[in-house]
Each structure stands twice: as C-alpha cells, then as structure tokens.
C-alpha cells in the first residue's frame, strides 16, 4: 500500500508540475493590445476649412503635422502619438489585434464654436492586416480676413458751390475723395467688421478675405437739407480663393 500510495503521490506531484508549467505558458501566448504584432493602422487626416457660422466651405487641404494619438484595449492612458506627414497621411503598424482607440483634435461643427473637441474612432484588429480607415476629418473655421481675396473700388466726390442751394445746386468739380472712411460687413453680422480709408486718388482696397457675402458702403451728405449722412452701398460675393472683385465707383455729395 505504501508503494501504491508512493507512486500515486508521485503521479499526482507530476501533473501538478505539468499544470504549473503549462499556465504561464497559455496565459503569455494571450497578449494584450499594443506594439508586437503583425496588424496595423493607416489613414489620410484632411482640415476642411469653414467661415465662422459652417454655411461656407472655403477649402480643403491635408492637415500637416498634426497629432493623432492611440489608445491600448480599455486604457485610459496615451499608448503613442504620431504626426501627421505633408500628405496628411499617418500610420500605427506592428500592433497586435485586438481594440484600439484613435483619437485627433478638431473644432465642433455642431455647436458652432471654435473650440477644439476631441474627436475618437475605435476599432478593432484582426491579426495580420491592416485597417485602413481612408480619409477622415478634422474641422477650422476662419475669421472673415483669413483668406487672400480683394474687393476694391474708387469713390469720386461731386463738390458742389456754397452760394447755391437744394435744389437749385451747381456743381463746382468732382473730385477724388481722399482720406475718406469705407466700411465693410461680413455676411449678416450685424455691426462693421472693418473700416478703411481712401488713398490719395479715391482707391480703396479690403485684403485677405474668405468666401462669402460682403456688404461695402460709404457716407455722403444729405444735399437735400437732411441732418443725417446717407449711406452708398454695394454688396458682392466672393466665391473663390483668391479672388479680386472691382467693386467700381461711388460717388458722394458734398456741399
């Protein structure tokens, strides 16, 4: 009996070895998310560019040098970052499957707010391949001089004689109103986004503006006998980058 028991001892002390043996060996073959594997994760981050309200896409272009982070499994902690090249590409390759998290900066096009929200893509990797998630995008919005378009015009004055009257008026000579104050209006906003004056020949010229509408006006004296300056306006839309519109002449009244 004592043999019997001996070897059954033995027997046992044998698989408990092999059990002991055999679970670190299953437990390091199930590895967590992370570098190490033969997966990967590629895409193309694209900026599209909208003025301030989001009703107008000014432009389109790859989002350089910008960071796109992941995320390991249910981490909370940054796993790595990489920056994105001149094409806008990025790439996150020798994972090992599992989930993952992306996550890049962009600013809320539902709330209409130029505040940067993080924006996140999970995922999941199957071991082997690559998954490409295309193209993706990130959001600004420009400020209405943010662009390169131009409005210019001219503004001429008609100067009349002080020794004649409304309505019997002459006219003494038209000059070219120097040093004289052009407002500008962006889209609906309700107050003047910039105002200007005239060079020494009556030429005025708006730089550095994005698409859209623009309301552009002038002030000239009532000559009617009215205490209050009556405005000469005139709109135009820019359509494209870069666009030049010659807005022509205005012409004011002075007594």
């Excluded at 594997?37 to 389109?60: F, K």
């Excluded at 199957?126 to 400020?143: A, F, N, P």
């Excluded at 698409?211 to 002038?218: A, K, L, S, W």
């Amino acid at each position: 009996m004592r043999v019997l028991t001996s070897i059954k001892n033995r027997t046992q002390i044998m698989k408990y070895i092999l059990i002991t043996m055999f679970i670190p060996l299953f437990f390091s073959c199930t590895q967590d998310e992370g570098y190490g594997g033969s997966s990967g994760i590629e895409g193309v981050l694209m900026t599209q560019y909208y003025n301030n309200d989001y009703s107008i896409l000014i432009s389109e272009e790859p989002a350089v040098d910008e960071d796109v982070f992941i995320l390991f499994g249910d981490s909370d902690f940054v796993g790595d970052k990489v920056a994105t090249s001149s094409t806008g590409a990025f790439e996150f390759p020798f994972l090992r499957d599992g989930d993952y998290q992306l996550y890049y900066m962009s600013e809320d096009s539902s709330t209409v707010s130029d505040e940067e929200q993080v924006v996140i893509l999970d995922l999941t990797l199957e071991s082997g391949k690559v998954s490409d998630q295309g193209i993706i995008y990130r959001y600004e919005t420009l400020d209405w001089d943010d662009g390169s378009a131009k409005l210019t015009g001219v503004v001429k004055v008609i100067n009349y004689k002080n020794t004649t009257s409304y309505p019997f008026l002459e006219v003494k000579d038209v000059t070219f109103a120097q040093e004289l104050e052009v407002y500008l209006i962006y889209g609906d906003h309700e107050y003047y986004d910039d105002r200007i004056r005239t060079n020494y020949d009556g030429v005025f010229e708006f730089k550095d503006l994005i698409p859209g509408d623009y309301t552009v006006f002038v002030y000239s004296e009532d000559i009617t006998g009215g205490t209050e300056d009556i405005a000469i306006i005139k709109q135009a839309t820019i359509t494209t980058v870069g666009e030049v519109i010659d807005l022509g002449e205005y012409t004011i009244e002075k007594l």
